[in-house]
């Protein structure tokens, strides 16, 4: 069955960055790509970002530009969220999803906090 | 930026009565493909969110039938004809028609 397994919580200081990684199995890896979605508390969900995890193709929310990488390693069949530059605004639930928005990592909670 | 708005933002429902969710968006969501990119999603509390309906009709693997999709260009709708217990959580909209992708601000249903 397919599953996204993210990485653990993650507890930043100001200016710091961060990478949450999601492990995918149960089809293959470079026939789909991933989505990168956050949601703040007690708000609703917000879409960062994409991959093509066949030919790494990205594509980006304005909003993030200049500080949000994605990346994958097909060996690995794991995808990457690098965010930097934290400010507690950033604090939020971050989640992958499958290409359709399908099947959905169990979420990261990253938490920015002095 | 398509901007998808949802109405209403919260619904008290009884158990066994139907419910109903509308969804705008600031522009049509027809792809040049033919194809519209309208999706639902459910968040039950502490969970993930979870997709019900794609392509604005489409129910998902495993999604139950008493849920149904129906829209066009604009304009769309999420039902359930029968509320039951389990379907308490926050329902949005997601338009996958273009980048970036929206959401809509979420419909809680509660008991």
């Known amino acids: 069955q397919v599953q996204l397994v993210q990485s653990g919580a993650e507890v930043k200081k100001p200016g710091a960055s961060v990478r949450v990684s999601c492990k995918a199995s149960g089809y293959t890896f470079t026939n789909y790509a991933i989505h990168w979605v956050r949601q703040a508390p007690g708000q609703s969900l917000e879409w960062m970002a994409w991959?093509?995890?066949?030919?790494?193709?990205?594509r980006y929310s304005q909003k993030f530009q200049g500080r949000l990488t994605i990346s994958r390693d097909t060996s690995a069949s794991t995808a990457y969220m690098e965010l930097n530059s934290l400010g507690s605004e950033d604090t939020a639930i971050y989640y992958c999803a499958l290409g359709a928005l399908d099947y959905w990592g169990q979420g990261t909670l990253v938490t920015v906090s002095s | 930026d398509i901007v998808m708005t949802q109405t209403p933002l919260s619904s008290p429902v009884t158990l066994g009565q139907p419910a109903s969710i509308s969804c705008r968006s600031s522009q049509s969501l027809v792809h040049s493909d033919g194809n519209t990119y309208l999706s639902w999603l459910q968040q039950r509390p502490g969970q993930p969110p979870r997709l019900l309906i794609y392509?604005?009709?489409n129910r998902f693997s495993g999604v139950p039938d008493r849920f149904s999709g129906s829209g066009a260009g604009t304009d769309f709708t999420l039902k359930i004809s029968r509320v039951e217990a389990e379907d308490v959580g926050v329902y949005y909209c997601m338009q996958g028609t273009q980048f970036p992708r929206t959401f809509g601000q979420g419909t809680k249903v509660e008991i």
């Open positions: 991959i093509n995890i066949g030919d790494a193709n990205t």
């Open positions: 392509r604005i009709s």
